[in-house]
């Protein structure tokens, strides 16, 4: 049996659809890797978007639908109060005004999370109505298919984006687009009419096939090696001290001079070193004391003195610290170096296979190498050290003296420090009583305050500005420097010696090795700063006050004594405002294991269950279902009289004839084996006191019988509709 044609050009479009669909999602999936956007809400969104405009519903349902959709998604992402409550209504337009406000004055800087949610979505919801124009009604893909191949290929080129999968997804999705849209031409032109067999054999499977046997070809074929070079360093340092937002645009990854911090961070995931070890690790750099409003210096000459053996001096910790001994071997990679060794906790001794001679900076607890009296980077070296646990129970206890010298050098600042900061240290740990909880109130502010995680549009603070001061009270935004600076400065009003101490996270695990160790590789984009604590009995204690970032130290309680509140202890402070994204300059790879099962995060980390996002899109989509299944007759009848109108031939009246037979036998009235076409046609126009079934079936069979095929379409299409209307009213 003959598949209606035009039964046979939806099936094509529907499928052209889903291949745009599919080619949009290429456009999003970027957005994970060089921005703070979790994309999967808006993938949701977007499916959802998609899903209604391929059935191209009344456009006042499908706004109703899609509006819904978006304040859902809003809702969940930015407010706390229930949809169905009129607060988060009024939150929610006092926010769209101030917002529009924002958009006049022209301080982009400023808009809000939400408002920028919102337009992407909006965005989002525009581009299905567009790509069901260029895809559907005009079948005009090559433009789109050509703009996603460049914008994949510029994205994978300068930004941390992988796009070799996006490259071949995009090539496959574009091949089978191009041939459906052959396919779908032909069937509008009538010069094909296929069966169901006969549009899987010979269009669908070979199509595929080709696809197939074109993407083997293409990756087992050889590729020349780069032709020339990476573009991306060369900008880089053209642009080193070029700026967008309020500050310069600086290259992430270790650098020796924070006297000016603030300004925007260019991404980079060049690995530096691999580092094996059995723990997760900051991987110490060096420490400096002296706040200048501005930034970080040392308050001590520098004094380089040498290590007989490799023998490391820092005693970060005292004796009564809980240790494990244990080794770790750095290796640099790629003809990366540094000018100071990288070191754990504890480390005690420094070894290399070549002769070198290890000296310390006391100044900095800064550790570095000589050759010959000459300062070398190692390319490789082993450390032995003392892995240290500090005991939560201890911490809380101590509060002694600390010293003179201690607080003398550990709790200076400037003297124009604003007094709004230490009024603000007050007010965070004015429940508190022992230096731990101070600390740790101090660490979790930041987590629950507005503040956000973000490495670009950071200002530098002008004359007159501190530092510390513009992030606690005027922007909110910025990355690790910032965070660790303004901790340590709130503790140091509260007299509580605290320093900045610099250095890497722990970087992402490559491999495990036989005896439990571990491969760790580190990236320029894992360069971090951190704070230590004083504490008179135990010594110098890591905390970690940057969103989104896990302390990589140590911790333990007695599990004899308050063993319901052990977990409480150990945890990192929940982040409930912002996850930097995984590829952001400061951001660890072991990150992803602090996140919630069942949850999703919104591009400021807000988190929230996925199952309401789930229910609420299966509501959604139920909803449509059941409108799609009582309305499908109405749809077919459009799709069967545009064609009508548009063909006038006798192919289309004889689709349109059976399936008002169809459509008749649903409605009741049913036609026996033993009746003929004239006899049934006759019982229907007695029954609607009509005379147009009789005269459309005299023309069938005429069609059918006689092969004559000078029909009046025009007048017969109007006659269908007249009994469609009288058989649907």
Avoid at 38 to 50: D, I, P
Avoid at 670 to 695: C, I, Y
Wanted: hydrophobic share 40%; glycine share 6%; aromatic share 14%.
């Amino acid at each position: 049996m003959k598949l209606k044609g035009e039964k046979s050009n939806q099936i094509t479009t529907i499928l052209l659809y889903i291949s745009g669909f599919f080619l949009f999602l290429e456009w999003l999936y970027p957005l994970g890797d060089i921005t703070d956007t979790t994309v999967g809400v808006f993938v949701m969104f977007a499916t959802y978007c998609f899903f209604l405009s391929l059935f191209e519903m009344k456009w006042w349902l499908t706004l109703l639908l899609k509006g819904f959709a978006l304040m859902f998604i809003l809702n969940g992402l930015y407010f706390d109060v229930s949809l169905v409550e009129l607060q988060w209504i009024t939150n929610a337009v006092e926010e769209l005004f101030y917002n529009i406000n924002i958009l006049f004055s022209q301080e982009w800087y400023f808009l809000t999370p939400m408002f920028r949610s919102l337009l992407f979505l909006i965005l989002i919801w525009l581009m299905s109505y567009l790509l069901h124009y260029w895809f559907v009604q005009m079948k005009h893909i090559f433009l789109f298919i050509l703009l996603t191949f460049f914008y994949v290929t510029i994205i994978d080129t300068f930004t941390v984006y992988d796009g070799a999968l996006s490259v071949v997804r995009t090539f496959i999705i574009s091949f089978v687009a191009l041939g459906i849209a052959n396919l779908g031409k032909e069937i509008d032109k009538g010069s094909v009419r296929i069966t169901i067999k006969n549009s899987v054999v010979y269009w669908l499977m070979p199509l595929m096939g080709l696809v197939l046997f074109s993407s083997m070809i293409g990756y087992a074929a050889p590729k020349l090696d780069p032709q020339w070079p990476d573009p991306v360093p060369f900008i880089q340092s053209a642009a080193e001290n070029a700026g967008y937002g309020s500050g310069p645009v600086q290259k992430v990854g270790y650098g020796e001079n924070d006297s000016q911090l603030g300004g925007s961070f260019i991404q980079d995931d060049t690995p530096v070193f691999e580092a094996t070890s059995e723990e997760d690790h900051y991987w110490r750099i060096e420490t400096k004391d002296l706040y200048t409003g501005k930034g970080w210096e040392t308050s001590l000459d520098s004094t380089e003195m040498e290590s007989p053996n490799g023998m490391i001096p820092f005693a970060t910790f005292s004796n009564n610290v809980e240790l494990e001994d244990l080794e770790a071997e750095i290796e640099f990679v790629g003809g990366e170096s540094l000018p100071k060794l990288v070191y754990p906790y504890g480390a005690n001794q420094v070894t290399a296979e070549n002769d070198y001679e290890i000296f310390h900076d006391v100044s900095m607890e800064a550790v570095f190498m000589k050759e010959n009296g000459e300062d070398i980077e190692p390319d490789q070296y082993q450390i032995q050290y003392n892995h240290p646990s500090y005991d939560i129970d201890v911490l809380k206890e101590d509060d002694g003296d600390d010293g003179d010298a201690i607080q003398e050098r550990f709790t200076q600042l400037p003297d124009e420090l604003p007094e709004r900061v230490g009024e603000l240290a007050e007010e965070i740990t004015g429940s508190q009583e022992t230096r731990y909880d101070k600390a740790k109130a101090i660490e979790r502010y930041f987590s629950s305050n507005d503040y956000q995680y973000q490495t670009t549009d950071i200002p530098v603070p002008g004359d007159g500005e501190d530092y510390v001061d513009q992030f606690l009270f005027d922007t909110k935004v910025g990355y690790c420097d910032n965070f660790s600076t303004s901790m340590v400065v709130l503790l140091r009003s509260l007299d509580i010696p605290a320093r900045w101490v610099k250095g890497f996270t722990s970087g992402e695990i490559m491999d495990t090795l036989d005896d439990d160790k571990r491969i760790y590789e580190v990236k320029n984009s894992n360069a971090h700063s951190w704070v230590e604590v004083y504490f008179p009995e135990t010594g110098w204690v890591p905390f970690e006050p940057t969103q989104g970032f896990t302390n990589l130290s140590d911790f333990h309680v007695e599990l004899e004594e308050n063993n319901e509140n052990e977990q409480d202890y150990l945890e990192a402070p929940e982040n409930n405002t912002q996850e930097p994204p995984e590829s952001e300059s400061e951001e660890p790879e072991e990150e992803e294991d602090t996140l919630a099962t069942g949850s999703s995060t919104n591009d400021d980390g807000l988190t929230i269950n996925s199952w309401y996002i789930w229910i609420g899109i299966a509501v959604l989509v139920l909803i449509i279902a059941i409108v799609l299944f009582k309305r499908r007759h109405h749809v077919k009848v459009r799709i069967i009289q545009a064609k009508l109108e548009k063909q006038q031939d006798t192919a289309s009246f004889q689709d349109a004839y059976l399936y008002l037979i169809t459509l008749l036998k649903k409605q009741g009235y049913q036609r026996h084996p033993d009746q003929t076409l004239r006899e049934f046609a006759k019982e229907v126009d007695f029954n609607l006191s009509s005379q147009d079934m009789g005269e459309l079936t005299r023309h069938y069979e005429r069609t059918i019988y006689s092969g004559n095929n000078s029909l009046r379409i025009q007048e017969l299409t109007q006659l269908w509709k007249n009994l469609i209307n009288r058989i649907m009213g």
